[in-house]
């Protein structure tokens, strides 16, 4: 049996408090599986990271980490729905195992409480989704 390949995590850093507290949930549950860390400036670009790191072959799986936070305008609805149908795209089209750790929330004060470790820690989650899918995938594998 081969070894695993790490584990892909993806971190917008528009808001860097936040993007490290997601980091640490997710690097906490991903700590005795092999880490690589990508930044990018927004959640935006997060896709085009995930994409260009996947087609490498190089990950089991992939976790998204970062934030939006509603303002004045309609800019958080394009970037939220955009973003979100852009990762299910590639996770589906690509059989890409992958975790969804991008908060889309109305203020600071929610974005802190569920990047929290010792709160909602939303970045633990979605590694242990990640987790969970790269399982999913190989049960999948060996029946076939």
Known sequence: M???KPILVVEARFYDKI????????????????????????????????????????????VSLGCVIRGQTDHYEH??????????????????PHGFGILTCENGEQAYERADVNKRDIGGRAALACLAMIEIRNRAAARA
């Open 79 to 96: 970037i939220c729905r955009e973003v979100s149908r852009a990762l299910m795209d590639l996770s589906v089209q690509q059989g890409m």
């Open 19 to 62: 993007a490290d507290d997601l980091f640490e949930g997710a690097s906490r549950v991903l700590r005795d599986r092999g880490v690589e860390r990508i930044a990018v400036p927004g959640v935006f670009e997060i896709p085009a990271a995930v994409k260009f790191a996947w087609d490498s072959g190089r990950y089991d799986g992939v």
């Open 2 to 4: 081969t070894a695993p």
